[in-house]
């Protein structure tokens, strides 16, 4: 072996070379050491490594397929078994919620009534929606809630239980809802907080809001111009004896007519209930002011 070769090996035509990637990894890239005698020689020049057969593309192609429908069908699965818990949950917390509460015979049929144009078929407020609308801490012994549409008198019975209001009314056109909201409240007498109670069975357009009233209550019972009269007669009261009252108005279709004399200011506002009232209601709670302190 010639003297200046000592110490290294003779290069091999097609030899691999190892070299990295950009993120630091190992590459088999293969060196193009040229033919033995080319003109070029060794041209140092570096090849890409061989690409993979189109097989085996096709069977990365179908794994990664497997893991995505694979996830798809778990994220799914997971969807449905927690739909039946929260349908599990709910079904057992109205069981315990109405065990909790004596309840009345219940009507053989819905009510008859002819409803008049702008009034709303009857809809019972889920059970435990109203603390997530009103908190116990803003209620005193001074305040007084009615329940404009009060139905059967579930919110009522809540306000009277769970609040203590100095009184809590309810207002109901429809005669056999008024006496069941009368029975309900009358059967749970031992569990109320609130030390007055009473049923009103009259028209709302017929009814005058006492003025000791701080807060007003309404699931959705009337449109158009029956809620503009209830507004009108609020401000009213009011201006009579100058006070602010809170009003509560789940599923507020008629928002507008609340807002539109500028005299109520949002006190918050969104979506209550999911888990616990088996369903999404949308709620706003305001505050009535004086005109001397309208909202500019």
Not at 105 to 134: C, D, I, M, N, Y
Not at 172 to 179: F, H, K, M, Y
Not at 215 to 224: E, L
Not at 264 to 292: D, I
Request: proline share 9%; hydrophobic share 40%; glycine share 8%.
């Amino acid at each position: 072996m010639p003297q200046g070769q000592r110490g290294r090996h003779a290069p091999v035509l097609g030899m691999s070379v190892p070299g990295r990637d950009p993120g630091g990894r190992t590459v088999g890239a293969h060196r193009d050491l040229g033919a033995p005698g080319s003109p070029d020689g060794d041209t140092g020049r570096l090849v890409a490594p061989l690409a993979r057969p189109p097989r085996a593309r096709t069977a990365s192609r179908e794994r990664r397929a497997r893991v995505v429908t694979a996830a798809v069908a778990l994220r799914q699965s997971r969807s449905r078994h927690m739909r039946v818990l929260r349908a599990l949950r709910r079904a057992l917390e109205v069981v315990l919620v109405e065990r909790r509460y004596a309840q009345a015979q219940p009507p053989a049929g819905p009510p008859v009534w002819s409803w008049k144009p702008h009034e709303k078929a009857f809809a019972a407020t889920p059970w435990r929606l109203l603390p997530h609308l009103l908190r116990p801490s803003e209620v005193s012994g001074d305040d007084v809630f009615v329940d404009f549409g009060c139905g059967d008198g579930r919110v009522l019975l809540e306000a009277a239980h769970l609040y203590r209001f100095g009184r809590v009314v309810g207002v109901e056109v429809v005669p056999d809802l008024a006496a069941a909201a009368r029975s309900r409240l009358d059967l749970n007498r031992h569990l109320l907080a609130s030390p007055r109670w009473e049923v009103v069975r009259a028209d709302v357009l017929d009814y005058e809001p006492p003025d000791d009233l701080t807060v007003a209550y309404f699931f959705d019972p009337f449109t158009g111009p029956v809620f503009d009269a209830v507004m009108r007669r609020l401000e009213a009261s009011v201006e009579r004896v100058p006070r602010r009252v809170r009003i509560v108005y789940v599923t507020p279709a008629e928002l507008h007519r609340v807002l539109r004399s500028g005299r109520v200011r949002r006190v918050r506002a969104g979506v209550a209930g999911r888990l616990r009232t088996g369903g999404r209601y949308s709620y706003f709670v305001g505050e009535l002011l004086p005109a001397a302190d309208q909202i500019e």
